[in-house]
């Protein structure tokens, strides 16, 4: 019987990992890896730099490859089965390994915000005793970067997608809203002569890509750079912040 440590790393940069998350890592005996194809090999390798990083003597890694997401039967059901796939590889990687006691994941940002690896862990059998090691998320990286608190004085802010964004618009009552797995970049479904935005993309590491100001002002500057950042390196990671103007 194995254990299981998902481990919040951050946004890729290795200083992001904090001192429990370093010793978590330590102590693995098998850490599980993914893999995108190709053109987001740079994940696996970041995530591979992390581990020496902290590691003297590295533990055993296991590799699998993500399977592709259906989008037919709609968005939930597609997201479900997914899950079940994930997991799926997931246990083939661990049973290759029956030997192991204490496997772990690194997980971008942390695995309790906009993550589904506990959702996939509690798929697996026998059920193992799940940790969870928090790490920095990609939203307070971001209001890091450009120096900002993510709420006013006294307000409330949503953290919600971009899907959400693009299907219901501006959530009822916000002053701020903080937008992640936007691949679509949504913020164009709203009349964005209303809003300021604060985006970032790669945030925390060496290629962070910084934009802020009106929306209307910079929208076209954030979908270029966007599009010109995901060609030179194969994927992108970005998040942003909108705050309705007050007239």
Not at 143 to 163: C, E
Request: glycine letters at 8%; a negative charge.
């Amino acid at each position: 019987m194995f254990d299981l440590t998902l481990i919040g790393i951050g946004t890729g940069n290795p200083d992001h990992v904090t001192l429990q998350g370093a010793q978590a890592i330590r102590d693995a005996d098998l850490i599980l890896i993914p893999r995108k194809g190709e053109n987001k090999a740079d994940l696996a390798g970041l995530r591979e730099e992390i581990i020496a990083t902290v590691t003297d003597t590295p533990p055993q890694i296991a590799y699998f490859d993500i399977p592709k997401r259906r989008s037919d039967d709609g968005y939930l059901r597609g997201v479900d089965e997914w899950h079940d796939a994930i997991a799926l590889r997931w246990q083939e990687a661990i049973s290759a390994n029956p030997d192991v006691r204490h496997v772990a994941l690194l997980i971008w940002g942390d695995p309790s915000l906009y993550d589904s690896s506990l959702r996939i862990a509690s798929r697996l059998t026998p059920q193992p005793e799940t940790r969870v090691v928090p790490g920095i998320t990609a939203l307070q990286a971001l209001t890091a970067a450009h120096a900002i608190p993510i709420n006013d004085l006294g307000a409330s802010y949503v953290v919600t997608t971009g899907r959400r964004i693009r299907d219901e618009g501006w959530p009822a009552k916000a002053s701020k809203v903080a937008v992640m797995l936007d691949g679509e970049c949504s913020f164009q479904s709203l009349e964005m002569a209303e809003y300021d935005i604060w985006w970032g993309a790669y945030v925390g590491m060496k290629e962070e890509i910084l934009i802020s100001g009106p929306l209307a002002g910079v929208a076209q500057q954030i979908l270029d750079t966007r599009a010109s950042a995901r060609a030179d390196h194969g994927w992108i990671m970005d998040i942003y912040l909108l705050k309705k103007r007050v007239n």
